[in-house]
């Protein structure tokens, strides 16, 4: 069964800092997708940065960035110059087959300035 | 704004009732997929339709069930309401191509409570 594991509740980094949040996932499959997404009080979920599982090359967008290893089935985002903007629950996502998604529980991000 | 709307925003109903939560997609996009967020968890895969027909579905029972229509909007129903099913639905919609399927956007979600 696909799980995907967050095993940090809540982090807290002061602006301009780096942070790390930590992903796991399980999975007996050899092509996937890995995702992290943003969610602000407003609720609205929206991707931050997505990794196709056949590319060795770890996935950049802007400050956001991943480190992926596939034999360790472990995804954590890097958030680079931390921003008060960047303050919400952060969900980590896995999809297989196109047809099924799988999140984390969240980590809560606090942006201290 | 991601171009995914939902209706109504907040909704109250009581055990044993139905309900029907509505999504609409960004125009072009053939996929809708639902997720059920309980308070302070990860959404939860309910289902997923692909041209308007359930081509996927998680671990949630016969009596949520959905339509996807051909104008990009989509509904789900939940039938004979419990107390557990107190939680945000939110609507994703996509497109899924020759190349795969592109990024989800999210609707805001409905945030239905049942007493």
């Known amino acids: 069964a696909q799980t995907v594991t967050q095993s940090q509740p809540e982090m807290s980094v002061q602006e301009a800092e780096t942070v790390t949040l930590s992903c796991t996932y399980d999975?007996?499959?050899?092509?996937?997708?890995l995702f992290w997404y943003k969610q602000p009080p407003s609720r609205q979920m929206i991707l931050v940065i997505r990794?196709?599982?056949?590319?060795?090359q770890n996935a950049t967008e802007n400050r956001f960035s991943v480190n992926f290893q596939k034999a360790a089935k472990s995804f954590s985002l890097k958030i680079s110059d931390s921003q008060l903007g960047d303050a919400a629950m952060y969900f980590c996502?896995?999809?297989?087959?196109?047809?099924?998604?799988?999140f984390g529980s969240g980590t809560k991000l606090n942006v201290k300035p | 704004e991601t171009g995914v709307t939902q209706s109504p925003t907040h909704l109250i109903k009581t055990r044993g009732q139905q309900v029907t939560l509505r999504c609409s997609s960004q125009?072009?996009?053939?996929?809708v997929s639902w997720y059920q967020q309980a308070l302070g968890q990860g959404p939860q895969f309910i289902f997923q339709?692909?041209?308007?027909?359930?081509?996927g579905r998680g671990n949630f029972p016969p009596r949520f069930s959905g339509l996807q229509f051909p104008n990009y909007s989509s509904e789900l129903n939940v039938n004979a309401l419990e107390l557990d099913d107190s939680a945000l639905y939110l609507c994703?919609?996509?497109?899924?191509?020759?190349?795969?399927?592109?990024?989800?956007?999210f609707g805001p979600g409905t945030r239905l409570l049942v007493l």
């Open positions: 990794q196709e599982a056949y590319k060795q």
């Open positions: 994703a919609s996509r497109l899924q191509g020759r190349r795969g399927p592109e990024t989800q956007y």
């Open positions: 996502a896995y999809e297989a087959n196109f047809n099924k998604f799988y």
């Open positions: 999975t007996s499959e050899s092509d996937y997708y």
């Open positions: 125009s072009g996009h053939n996929t």
């Open positions: 339709y692909y041209r308007e027909e359930e081509n």
